[in-house]
Nanobody, 122 residues
Framework: QVQLVESGGGLVQAGGSLRLSCAAS????????MGWFRQAPGKEREFVAV????????RYATSVKGRFTISRDNNKNTGYLQMNSLKPEDTAVYYC???????????????WGQGTQVTVSS
């Protein structure tokens, strides 16, 4: 069993930055790919970014490419999502999740954090 805890969300003006963290319990963090997903009110959960176990493969949603950076530190059992040039349409609850497949489909993921709210004001 793996538990995930996100932090770093908040309220920021458009053009600002936030850094989300995802702390994993246990010693198996490095065995999983880590994904970030988000869900805005009334919308389906959507893929943001994914990084494989070693960090050798990274994928981004088109909407965040060039603005967001996913990374991980397996020694600290922690993953990150650096978000720059934030836009109001980035407002959502952000979730980190772990899965062995590295899929971009949220339905493939086994372990989820509780989510952290990101609000971008215009």
């Amino acid at each position: 069993q793996v538990q995930l805890v996100e932090s770093g969300g908040g309220l920021v003006q458009a053009g600002g930055s936030l850094r989300l963290s995802c702390a994993a319990s246990g010693r198996t963090f490095s065995s999983y790919s880590m994904g970030w997903f988000r869900q805005a009110p009334g919308k389906e959960r959507e893929f943001v970014a994914v990084i494989t176990r070693s960090g050798s493969i990274i994928r981004y949603a088109t909407s965040v490419k060039g603005r967001f950076t996913i990374s991980r530190d397996n020694n600290k059992n922690t993953g990150y999502l650096q978000m720059n040039s934030l836009k109001p349409e980035d407002t959502a609850v952000y979730y980190c999740a772990l899965d062995r497949s590295g899929d971009t489909n949220w339905r493939a993921y086994t372990y989820w954090g509780q989510g952290t709210q990101v609000t971008v004001s215009s």
